[in-house]
C-alpha cells in the first residue's frame, strides 16, 4: 500500500513533465495535427495528400494561394479550405492554437525543402 501510494504521485508527476514538455514544442503538435485524419471533425490525415508535406514546398512565403481557382490571401485560409471541402471537417479559428501550430509546421516543411534546394 505504501508503494501505491508513491507511485501515484510519481506517475502524475511523469505524465506533467511530459505534457509541459510537448506544449513547449508547436512543430511537434503540427506534425501531430498534420497526420490526425481526425482533425477538426474530417475523415482524413493532411499527411494522406501530402506524405511529409510534399507538395507544400512553395507555401512559406507566398502571400497569395489560389486553389481549384479561388484566391485565398493567408495560408490559413487555404488550409480551412481543405479542412472542410477536402477533409469534410470544420474550419479552425483562425487565431487558435490548433491553427498556428498546424501553419507552424507546414511552413516549417517549406523552410526545409528551400533550404535542402539551396544545398543542391
Do not use: Q
Amino acid at each position: 500500500m505504501k508503494n501505491a501510494k508513491l507511485l501515484f504521485p510519481a506517475l502524475a508527476i511523469l505524465v506533467l513533465s511530459f505534457s509541459l514538455a510537448w506544449a513547449d514544442h508547436p512543430m511537434e503538435r503540427g506534425r501531430d495535427l498534420f497526420k490526425d485524419p481526425h482533425l477538426s471533425g474530417g475523415v482524413i490525415a493532411c499527411n494522406s495528400c501530402h506524405p511529409g508535406g510534399a507538395g507544400l514546398e512553395e507555401v512559406a512565403g507566398k502571400t497569395e494561394f489560389t486553389v481549384r481557382g479561388e484566391t485565398f490571401d493567408t495560408l490559413e485560409e487555404v488550409v480551412n479550405y481543405w479542412l472542410e471541402y477536402g477533409n469534410m471537417g470544420r474550419p479552425l479559428e483562425v487565431d487558435s492554437h490548433l491553427m498556428r501550430d498546424l501553419v507552424a509546421y507546414i511552413k516549417s516543411r517549406a523552410e526545409d525543402w528551400e533550404r535542402d534546394m539551396e544545398h543542391n
